[in-house]
């Protein structure tokens, strides 16, 4: 690497190290990500990785926090080449006895599948999904007060609920309550636990606001289109470099880690303080997941022909189900009938598979690190809702969680969301303290989702990160 001096140095170029280098370049200051890999992206990439000419996203698929991100969205990434495309229906959740809900944009729409609870429905998503954006500022951001504390109070009331309490207390029929746990089961810990509410209500919400949209031409989109923007405003970009002592980057007033604690023990523990080392050590991750990536030759023939009208299915069943699945996950054993999650984008983006073939992506949550190879039971649960599944594959290839550290060293035992999201480490990511994104030693800071809001494609990790940094620095305010 040619020396020269920085203002600011980010270590990984995922979502929010691409947002936070962004952040601070546009306030003119000198900008360097540093990227291990021979891409930047970090989760957001797209491969080959079965046949010549299918193109998988190797982990990230669906991006509605892309779309709804305070961030993004201040963006001219469509000048750059990003077209998000939007399904029909964002997601589609079947059932046993062959039959299929969707989660439509139209609140009246989705409601209307929910018999009883089709009141409810409408009454707790109309008003969340017609404040989207203001509450985006708010749920997507550090602990502090509110923008909007009127609609954030409401909001939270609901949020801190377990999603299998809040299910059972609003809805009472077993498809609402299928559907909501499907979304609440993004959370990755059990359904039982306090706060898994919110990432039901936030998906529910996302479904009706801005839809659950992906990238045309794979999620290397959003990472290309964000890198362009950073280099189109000064921004440099290094890769195939792997940093192993923050020694090397002294070049810099300031170091930004998109990397999650543990890696940052690594590599600057010994700039912290033994407390704060054994605090930072104490810093949870959640579980893993084993992917699987399909090449196809033909769509996957479900048993409802309505799921391929969404570009996304949760197959799980019922609430009981994919409550039990994920309590176990948590538990250390893996689930014999595990919460899966699809993607068939090439339904929607003929980019993805060559003509009349297809793309499937699939994934279910494991314990983290675990070494069962899952990829019988997937197929098996896509063949329960999809009978003949098996015979449309033409090629396959699976990521177990250590597969998936490998090829992103932030997938600590294969958990993609930079830690668990337990009540504890929501809001006090990656420990408890004021500003969660400064680290206790001159010039570093963490930018990850091991910080808040978390896990997701939506930058605002990396924001909120970038703007401690022009609040703590003092060298940079006459210059910005």
């Not at 959003?222 to 192993?244: K, P």
């Not at 600057?268 to 579980?287: M, V």
């Not at 023939?301 to 570009?311: F, G, I, L, V």
């Not at 808040?452 to 022009?470: E, T, W």
Request: charged share 20%; hydrophobic share 40%.
């Amino acid at each position: 690497m040619k020396i020269q001096k920085y203002d600011a140095v980010v270590v990984g170029s995922g979502p929010n190290g691409l947002a936070a280098a962004i952040t601070l370049a546009q306030k003119n200051l000198s900008v360097l990500i540093v990227e291990a890999k021979a891409t930047v992206g970090g989760g957001m990439r797209s491969a080959e990785l079965t046949l010549p000419g299918f193109v998988h996203d190797i982990c990230s698929a669906i991006h509605p926090l892309a779309s709804g991100s305070p961030f993004f969205r201040t963006l001219p990434l469509d000048r750059f080449g990003l077209e998000f495309i939007e399904p029909p229906a964002s997601l589609a959740h079947p059932f046993d006895d062959g039959t299929a809900v969707l989660l439509r944009r139209s609140i009246e729409e989705t409601a209307a599948a929910f018999g009883s609870d089709k009141e409810i429905y409408r009454q707790i998503f109309a008003p969340l999904a017609e404040n989207w954006t203001p509450l985006a500022d708010d749920i997507l951001a550090p602990l502090g007060i509110p923008q909007h504390p009127l609609l954030m109070a409401r909001f939270g009331l609901k949020a801190l609920q377990s999603a299998r309490g809040f299910a059972e207390r609003n809805f009472q029929e077993s498809r609402a309550q299928a559907v909501f746990a499907g979304c609440a089961a993004h959370s990755m810990i059990p359904l039982e636990n306090l706060s898994t509410a919110a990432f039901g209500l936030v998906l529910n919400t996302l479904a009706h606001s801005v839809g659950w949209n992906f990238p045309r031409g794979g999620t290397q989109k959003i990472a290309d289109a964000l890198a362009d923007y950073f280099i189109s405003i000064g921004g440099a970009i290094e890769v195939n470099h792997t940093v192993e002592n923050i020694a090397e980057l002294d070049f810099a007033d300031v170091v930004l880690f998109d990397l999650t604690p543990q890696q940052i023990l690594k590599i600057a523990g010994n700039r912290l303080s033994e407390s704060f080392r054994r605090r930072l050590s104490r810093f949870q991750y959640g579980s893993g997941v084993f992917k699987m990536d399909f090449a196809l030759n033909s769509p996957i023939p479900w048993r409802d022909a309505e799921c391929s009208r969404a570009a996304t299915v949760h197959l799980g069943g019922t609430m009981a189900e994919i409550a039990s699945a994920e309590r176990l996950n948590a538990r250390g054993t893996t689930a014999d009938n595990p919460f899966v999650l699809v993607a068939q984008t090439s339904l929607f983006d003929d980019s993805r598979a060559p003509a009349g073939q297809h793309t499937a992506w699939a994934y279910c949550h494991v314990p983290n690190d675990s070494p069962v190879d899952m990829s019988e039971i997937i197929e098996n649960q896509i063949e329960r809702f999809a009978p003949g599944f098996r015979d449309c594959i033409l090629a396959k290839k699976t990521f177990s969680p250590r597969d998936l550290e490998n090829y992103n060293a932030n997938y600590i035992g294969g958990d993609i969301n930079g830690g668990a999201a337990i009540l504890s480490q929501i809001f006090t990511r990656p420990v408890a303290k004021i500003d969660p994104y400064a680290l206790p030693a001159k010039g570093l800071y963490i930018c990850s989702s091991s910080t808040p809001p978390g896990g997701g494609v939506h930058g605002m990790c990396g924001f909120h990160a970038a703007q401690s940094v022009l609040r703590n620095e003092k060298q940079f305010r006459g210059r910005i």
